[in-house]
């Protein structure tokens, strides 16, 4: 009875050391570098790359969002920015925290360009490469490429750039949901 | 008889289509303004390549596109080019979009033109390159440029060309008329195109509800091999994807195009646009539009030069304002209302319906889904439209999305049979938007991500070889010490060698010595020169820097009297290079008597002492 046993036992811990050791070596051989989930949340951000989280860029936030801090920090990004992380972390959605700003339209820095004195300040302070010029010459704004995020703003010795709201155009347009009518009468006007 | 397959789903509204059949095609006239959107088609919008001002001929190119896809636009009439800028256009958003605004002169004058006998002499490419130079892009409603869809990449040989008559949506007739009246020019269109795709089989699909076309076209291809086809009316069956489907008995795959499957299908009045073009040298001036609905006295199609306003051709029709509850510009099952009539007809329009209140009254409001499933039913897509509204809804655009959305035609026939009247289409169309948007802000975050990121990499490389460059500078610093040491250790053991037997004590001090002595002469040396020697290099400094200003002074006015001589535009900015030249020379002059009068004090002081 006792050899029963032990070979039971003895049988488990055989089987224990291998797959423990398999589960090292694959731990090993296939081994992720850096943190994956830091990639899936950079990915919802918004990449505005403007620092109203008071992080340097996205990815900064994204790395302490992965390792625990607070989800709704990012203003451009807003409701459905923090609706989707918080889908992919599986926590409660917050409303946006207003201490880091407020949810705005989508605008893009434009510079008043006869005004400019070509100081080259703004080119430094934009995150995303998108404004072109050279010292003493007009600097312009690549406007597909600005995020919107305002860092050009401030630095600015003669205050020439505007961050101008994206008006809709016919190309982006899109259709609007059915507006909801709950009973017949809803639409007809009140008259008396 | 050509074997006819079935697709499923489809709805048989009221046709109400013997409305505007009665009267043969009239012209519209020319009327007093016409307004031409750059784009009317699928792509990029056209350039103007004319200015305000012009005086353009009828057919003369006004708009141009510089490559990728579109089509270029023609003056549909001769007049004179009156302003270029926003105005309304026919969308359903009811914005404003970039128009050109002819104003008419009445004349009609063509521009010269140069019609081909025989296109089987030009190359395909040629014939291709007179239909995009013509400004053809699909007439059927979603407005694809013909010239490429014409050219379906290499790998995709056309077997089945198929020309779409079908023409299912109620009301619509242009399509139909098109057919009775100009089937020659259809057939002959049809020809171009097929010896462009070079088709194993090419066959017109007319739903039977259309006996008189049928007939029309029958007697055009005697003699040819094109085939027609009579198919069951059905909506949606003049559907690119349900013709193909009756015709061919294949289905064109998800997300694909019918060029997978080897088929095109082109609309009929295509075929005639394509035709004018290639034996007329007429580009796209004009268009056949329905005038429809119980609004109109006269209600019939009409030959309608592009860019003319709504509200026009409605006159022309007879509008009954006081009958009128709905306009809407396409058919009743697909089209949109019209908020202003002060569009104009672009390539695309096909159809206007003024629509009396009891012919289209307003939707009932929105109620409840049952789930009854009929909208399923109907679906020529096979899709789960009730599945999609609820997702779209909800906002779960990836559910609706993995539900194939994108396969949705947008036909209306589920929202025509839903009891709870459900706009299910709008749903569906607000559900691609959004999903279309989305896709496009993730792809711009990416690029900004990437772009951000090599800024980074760049930040950080710069960083780097600054720092390189700074510990080069300190290590070439560090060695040319240390050879100044080197050099200093072997003139002192040279000293060493001619003092070899000394006593190495007296060596050192003597070396501390002659080291004491010779940085004690550096300094005398250094501090005589500080009293007496800071003039006369000075003064001749000063002088060279004269002479200087003094030539570029010279130089600044010889060039300012020549600008004056050619009445040149820098005139004033040489004046005042001179003046600030006149000014460095003064200073210059100033300072060197100055230290000529130091310099005479110091000798004076000197020689007294």
């Known amino acids: ?192 | 008889m050509t074997q006819l397959w079935d697709f499923s789903g489809g709805v048989h509204p009221a046709e109400h289509k013997q409305l505007s059949t009665r009267r043969s095609i009239q012209a519209a006239g020319i009327p007093g303004q016409l307004v031409l959107p750059l784009q009317q088609h699928i792509g990029e919008p056209a350039e103007p390549v004319v200015a305000i001002g012009d005086q353009v001929l009828k057919g003369q190119k006004i708009a141009d596109v510089s490559g990728g896809m579109g089509v270029p636009v023609h003056a549909p009439t001769s007049g004179v080019i009156e302003s270029i800028g926003d105005f309304p256009v026919p969308h359903p958003s009811g914005m404003a979009d970039k128009c050109i605004i002819l104003k008419p002169d009445g004349k009609d004058e063509w521009c010269k033109r140069y019609p081909i006998s025989d296109y089987r002499k030009l190359d395909r490419d040629q014939i291709l390159d007179i239909i995009h130079s013509a400004g053809i892009s699909g007439m059927g409603g979603a407005g694809f440029p013909t010239h490429i869809k014409l050219k379906p990449s290499r790998d995709r040989k056309v077997d089945t060309l198929i020309l779409n008559g079908a023409e299912c949506e109620p009301y619509i007739t242009a399509d139909d008329m098109t057919m009775r009246e100009r089937a020659d020019e259809v057939v002959s269109g049809l020809k171009v195109m097929a010896w462009i795709l070079r088709p194993e089989r090419c066959v017109i699909g007319i739903e039977d509800n259309k006996p008189e076309a049928a007939t029309a076209l029958r007697k055009a291809v005697q003699g040819t091999q094109i085939e027609i086809a009579v198919i069951p009316t059905k909506y949606p069956s003049g559907g690119e994807k349900q013709l193909i489907q009756i015709l061919t008995g294949m289905e064109v795959p998800s997300g694909g195009i019918p060029a997978d499957i080897g088929v095109m299908c082109q609309n009929v009045g295509t075929a005639v646009a394509v035709a004018r073009a290639v034996f007329e040298d007429t580009p796209l001036v004009s268009r056949v539009v329905t005038l429809t609905g119980e609004a109109l006295e006269k209600p019939g199609n009409f030959d309608v030069l592009l860019g003319t306003p709504v509200d026009y051709v409605l006159e022309r029709a007879g509008l009954q304002p006081e009958l009128v509850s709905r306009l809407i510009l396409g058919g009743p099952m697909m089209g949109y209302t019209l908020t202003t009539t002060a569009v104009p007809v672009i390539k695309t329009s096909n159809c206007i319906i003024a629509a009396t209140a009891s012919e289209l009254p307003a939707p009932p409001p929105e109620q409840a889904c049952i789930r009854c499933g009929q909208c399923a039913e109907v679906c020529p897509m096979e899709l789960l439209p009730q599945q999609l509204f609820w997702h779209a809804k909800a906002a779960e655009f990836e559910k609706a999305e993995h539900l194939n959305l994108f396969d949705c035609i947008e036909c209306g026939a589920c929202s025509y049979v839903c009891p709870s009247s459900i706009p299910l289409v709008q749903y569906y169309r607000y559900a691609k938007g959004e999903i279309r948007v989305q896709r496009a802000e993730q792809l711009k975050a990416d690029r900004a991500r990437e772009r951000f990121e090599a800024r980074q990499h760049r930040l950080e490389r710069e960083q780097q070889d600054k720092e390189l460059r700074r510990k080069e500078r300190a290590k070439a610093a560090a060695e040319a010490q240390a050879k100044q040491k080197v050099e200093a250790e072997k003139a002192a053991a040279c000293g060493e060698a001619v003092d070899k037997r000394a006593a190495s004590s007296a060596l050192v001090e003597q070396a501390l010595a002659r080291k004491k002595a010779s940085s004690e002469a550096a300094q005398s040396r250094a501090a005589t020169p500080v009293e007496s020697e800071p003039e006369k290099p000075d003064i001749d400094a000063l002088e060279k820097q004269l002479a200087q200003a003094q030539s570029k002074l010279e130089t600044m006015q010889t060039m300012l009297e020549d600008a004056r001589a050619q009445q040149a535009d820098n005139v004033e900015k040489l004046e005042r290079a001179v003046t600030k030249n006149h000014d460095r020379v003064k200073r210059a002059e100033e300072a060197l008597a100055e230290a000529r009068k130091s310099l005479a004090s110091q000798t004076e002081s000197q020689s007294i002492e």
Request: net charge negative; with cysteine; glycine share 8%.
């Open chain 1, 1 to 192: 009875m006792w050899t029963g046993i032990l070979i039971a036992v003895l049988v488990l811990l055989g089987l224990a050391l291998v797959f423990g050791g398999l589960l090292g070596f694959a731990s090993e051989r296939f081994r992720v570098e850096g943190n994956p989930l830091v990639e899936q949340i950079d990915a919802v951000l918004p990449q505005t790359q403007c620092g109203q989280c008071g992080f340097p860029g996205c990815r900064p936030y994204a790395e302490s969002i992965a390792e625990g801090g607070a989800i709704n920090k990012c203003p451009p990004g807003g409701e459905s920015t923090i609706k989707a992380l918080a889908d992919l972390l599986d926590v409660e959605p917050q409303p946006l925290d207003a201490e880091h700003g407020v949810e705005q339209a989508k605008r893009v820095a434009v510079i008043r360009e006869d005004e400019c004195i070509g100081c080259t300040k703004c080119i430094q302070a934009c995150p995303v490469d998108a404004i072109l010029g050279a010292a003493k010459h007009m600097h312009t704004v690549i406007e597909s490429e600005c995020t919107g995020c305002d860092l050009c703003v401030e630095p600015c010795p003669v205050d020439c750039i505007d961050m101008i709201t994206i008006e809709p155009d016919i190309r982006a347009w899109t259709w609007t949901p059915p507006a909801a009518t709950i009973i017949a009468t809803d639409r007809q006007e009140v008259s008396s």
